[in-house]
């Protein structure tokens, strides 16, 4: 048997002399360098307009889900290694880790794919005759390999092998065969079928009978890995395959069976939960301090626990609760463990694990009062209402903050314990060039002031009671929410967030972001539209706008392609 070494120049020489030539030409538009001829304004229900479709690469929780459901039949789920996490981290963009406009490839994750690939093949090569699927003592080396190429290759690629694909692979195969022996010859097609972009991307070119000035319809292969993707993150499983090959994955009505087909396995659970861990920005706990003389029961223990509550709160409710952003938004439970439940001042009321604990109404208010959270827009030794205010801001309104002026610095007014955050922070509003930024956060963060660097409820702050007063107001037009106005706390600020149509569509928005890879823009804004009104009128069930999503024109269509003359 030769080398990883020979392996590796026999694989990557097949990859790029196969796959390079399927992947020339432009297959999604370049931002900023094509000209768009000036149209009439869009018409809902007439026109057909999606915007870009970028050519998505997989992320590292996606390449990980992936080989765990290309190989889990052969090695069983838990036998597959899941090298994604060792990866290059993924940048992000608009508070997620998939926007496709900054997902390129350095030179570590390309060396980190090949690595993978090796990995992979000496895995699944232990397990041949489970790889083949046929009896080489019986069926022959090369009737099997035949096989393993058209059925794998299928699988790898999410759709069927093209004459060029098939021969390339079988080329391959034949060459290190004869160099070599039958097992480093399959080892060498699974590496380069893994570092193939038709493996590591999502190339998506549509149907060309359906192609006009506007629009071309993504065939059902395509729309079988755009649902997958997008629900769980990872690979089309073998039904959703079958629906491709049967060509009965092209309608809205059957992409909806397929939807919520996918929203009913436990993979959509972690997507979803993936989801808010995100949007809510819950991994910056993860690098979170605090002052050990003032919060001494912060420890590694406590910011575990905090990193469980929300994702596992947020699964409770879209899987197996009422399913609605209000719920997220103002339950007046979540589920803790011991350690939580003291910072919730409720001793005594969990075990070990996480489980549901009723709170004070009057106190907590779904997610937005979650310790963990809290912690995590807060500083040191004190709560921020800046990092609160600018998150409601941002992450519930989709109303994105300036950065500060240049020349300002940045920093927490002095702990005094003679005074409450209110009028410590009032510099704010007194100093020109802060007021303009800090007039749109300050006065939402301090509705926050109830609960301190840690999450804790309190009635006082500093020697005296905490005002918890609140307001959303803004001087411009642009700025200006259906959830304007004031309110006492964040119970109250909770009701009102829930009951507001523009938070509903910053939340469409942000799901939007997550399925499609990048921001929204003007030719999505029937597709925005139509989401925001199935949303509403399903009484803001998140599922239901999950698979309202997947009925969008902009989930069945792309752009055409220009090839820019290629043929």
């Not at 699988?155 to 034949?174: I, Q």
């Not at 749109?440 to 309190?458: K, V």
């Not at 003007?522 to 925005?528: E, G, I, K």
Request: aromatic share 8%; glycine share 6%.
């Amino acid at each position: 048997m030769h080398s990883n070494t020979q392996i590796r120049l026999w694989s990557l020489a097949a990859c790029w002399a196969w796959v390079a030539p399927g992947c020339t030409g432009q297959i999604s538009e370049p931002r900023g360098q094509v000209e768009v001829p000036p149209r009439e304004p869009l018409v809902c229900g007439r026109d057909i307009a999606p915007g870009r479709a970028p050519l998505r690469r997989m992320t590292r929780i996606e390449y990980d889900n992936t080989v765990r459901d290309l190989f889990a039949p052969i090695l069983g789920e838990a036998a597959v290694p899941q090298p994604g996490q060792g990866f290059a981290p993924d940048d992000e963009a608009l508070g997620f880790d998939n926007n496709a406009d900054i997902l390129s490839v350095s030179p570590l994750l390309a060396e980190q794919y090949m690595n993978a690939a090796e990995t992979l093949s000496e895995a699944a090569v232990a397990r041949l005759d489970a790889l083949l699927g046929c009896s080489v003592v019986i069926e022959g080396e090369d009737p099997c390999a035949q096989q393993f190429v058209t059925t794998f290759g299928e699988r790898v690629f999410r759709r069927p092998l093209d004459g060029d694909d098939e021969s390339s692979l079988l080329s391959l195969y034949s060459v290190v065969k004869t160099a070599s022996d039958f097992e480093t010859a399959i080892r060498a097609v699974i590496e380069a079928v893994l570092q193939s972009p038709a493996f590591l991307y999502r190339p998506e070119y549509g149907d060309p009978a359906t192609a006009n000035t506007d629009h071309v319809r993504l065939t059902d292969w395509e729309l079988a890995s755009r649902l997958s993707y997008f629900l769980w993150r990872s690979m089309p499983d073998e039904a959703l395959f079958a629906q491709a090959r049967a060509l009965t994955l092209h309608t809205p009505e059957q992409v909806a069976v397929q939807a919520r087909r996918l929203l009913a396995d436990p993979r959509a659970e972690a997507v979803a939960v993936d989801f808010h861990t995100q949007w809510l920005g819950l991994h910056a706990l993860e690098n979170v301090t605090k002052d050990p003389d003032v919060f001494p029961e912060f420890d590694e223990d406590l910011r575990s626990s905090m990193l469980q509550e929300t994702p596992f709160f947020v699964q409770q409710v879209l899987f197996h609760g009422d399913r609605r952003l209000e719920t997220l938004l103002t339950a007046p439970y979540t589920f803790a463990d011991e350690r939580l439940a003291r910072v919730y001042g409720q001793a005594g009321t969990a075990g070990g694990s996480l489980s549901r604990i009723d709170l004070d109404p009057s106190e907590r208010s779904g997610f937005l009062t979650h310790p963990g959270l809290l912690a995590a827009l807060a500083q040191p030794d004190q709560s921020s209402p800046i990092h609160r205010g600018k998150f409601v801001r941002e992450r519930l309104l989709c109303q994105p903050l300036p950065d500060p002026p240049p020349g300002v610095v940045v920093q927490a007014p002095e702990v005094d314990p003679a005074l409450p955050t209110r009028q410590r922070y009032a510099q704010h509003s007194a100093d020109p060039s802060c007021a303009s930024c800090h007039h749109l956060m300050d006065p939402i963060g301090f509705a926050f002031e109830h609960y301190d660097a840690i999450g804790r409820f309190r009635q006082t702050d500093g020697d005296r009671p905490v005002d918890a007063t609140g307001e959303i107001s803004s001087d411009s037009p642009e700025l200006a929410t259906d959830a304007d106005g004031s309110f006492d706390g964040v119970v109250e600020l909770g009701r009102t967030l829930a009951q507001s149509e523009d938070v509903h569509a910053c939340v469409v928005r942000q799901w939007f972001r997550f399925a499609a890879g990048r921001a929204e823009e003007s030719a999505d804004v029937c597709a925005l539209d139509a989401v925001q009104t199935a949303f509403v009128a399903g009484d803001g069930d998140v599922i239901e706008l999950l698979v309202a999503l997947t009925q969008t024109d902009a989930f069945f269509f792309r752009p055409p392609i220009d090839f820019g003359g290629a043929p």
